[in-house]
């Protein structure tokens, strides 16, 4: 399995980086998680067919990690996609997916499609299937507006990947990512609290009840960005490819 950092940016585009979206493939796996605004030419400038996406999951309804839903739905649409979608993500989410396709391209969530798509809703701490891919929401702690917000312990091929989403900590991110084989882990601040976000520091301070495997950053903020060269952790960038 591969897993691919097509943007791990944060909402400002801090260091010029796209949107948080990551694409994860195996021989029978391929998925998006998060698919923020500038997605779309992101997954373009790496030659990622989109129409071979089977499922998109959404951690919430920010535009950093939603907002390329249009976008990505239009162009299957104009592409004459023939296969299935699954997106999944928050209650809520097709009354979301509704609004912020009118929002941006009026009458389009009510253009008949070439593709059958399906919203699904996922509930934390229940496992849901897609196939032989198994999805297990966390609530996270991200805010009173944009959610609910979940962060995804993914069991695919053999392998968890476990991805915290924007959150200040929370205890549920132990189960979330314990022992799994990659934690891909906000790190929005080195050490600075700063609400709703998490820090290095707050992190750090619970790895070894976590134990992942594998630890990438994700989400960094100028402070982070400023560290890079010396930071103890790996730091994703764009493009950046994990081979699990």
């Excluded at 991110?173 to 290095?200: M, Q």
Aim: charged share 20%.
């Amino acid at each position: 399995m591969q897993l691919r950092f097509v943007g791990c940016g944060d909402a400002f585009g801090s260091g010029g980086r796209s949107h948080t979206c990551f694409h994860l493939t195996g021989i029978s796996t391929n998925l998006l998680i998060d698919c923020g605004a500038s997605s779309p030419p992101a997954l373009k400038r790496l030659g990622i067919a989109c129409n071979d996406v089977s499922l998109i999951l959404i951690t919430h309804f920010h535009g950093d990690h939603f907002a390329g839903l249009p976008f990505l739905l239009l162009d299957a649409q104009f592409s004459k996609r023939t296969q299935p979608l699954v997106i999944a993500g928050p209650a809520g989410i097709a009354t979301r997916l509704t609004q912020v396709m009118e929002a941006l391209f009026e009458h389009s969530s009510s253009t008949p499609r070439t593709f059958e798509l399906a919203v699904i809703e996922l509930a934390p701490e229940r496992t849901t299937r897609f196939g032989d891919i198994g999805v297990t929401p966390f609530a996270v702690v991200h805010g009173g507006s944009g959610g609910p917000f979940l962060g995804y312990r993914i069991a695919a091929e053999g392998r968890v990947i476990a991805y915290t989403a924007d959150t200040e900590w929370t205890d549920s991110l132990i189960p979330l990512g314990r022992d799994a084989d990659l934690f891909i882990a906000e790190a929005y601040t080195f050490d600075r609290p700063v609400k709703n976000h998490l820090s290095l520091a707050a992190l750090a301070a619970h790895l070894d009840a976590i134990r992942p495997k594998r630890l990438v950053l994700t989400h960094l903020g100028p402070d982070m960005l400023s560290r890079l060269e010396t930071l103890p952790h790996a730091a994703a960038h764009d493009g950046m490819t994990i081979d699990l």
